[in-house]
Nanobody, 111 residues
Framework: VQLVESGGGLAQPAGSLRLSCAAT????????MGWFRQAPGKEREFVGS????????YYADSVKGRFTISRENAKNMMYLQMTRLKPEDTAVYYC?????WGQGTQVTVSS
């Protein structure tokens, strides 16, 4: 099982970024997937999750209405569309399946 995140970088406040998570080594389309993040000096926290079909999503209150999780099962890909970014969104973002984490991608929100 391998998860590889990409798409992080520097964004301005109120800007947008889209993160991707490429999954290999398991039947991606059968499983719930999640996004987490860890800011400097803080514990890793839940951002959101998506059901196997993509029909159900859950979000942390801190990102609700600003972030959207989606997936393309045919490509074994999950996405995190982030809009109206805030400096407090600065963190390393991870995708997760079961007990497996990706390596993370850094998102920095700063002017």
């Amino acid at each position: 099982v391998q998860l590889v995140e990409s798409g992080g970088g520097l964004a301005q406040p109120a800007g947008s970024l889209r993160l991707s998570c490429a999954a290999t080594g398991f039947t991606f389309s059968n499983h719930v997937m999640g996004w987490f993040r860890q800011a400097p000096g803080k514990e890793r926290e839940f951002v959101g999750s998506i059901s196997w079909s993509g029909g159900t999503t859950y979000y942390a209150d801190s990102v609700k209405g600003r972030f959207t999780i989606s997936r393309e099962n045919a490509k074994n890909m999950m996405y995190l569309q982030m809009t109206r970014l805030k400096p407090e969104d600065t963190a390393v973002y991870y995708c997760k399946f079961g007990s497996t984490w990706g390596q993370g991608t850094q998102v920095t929100v700063s002017s």
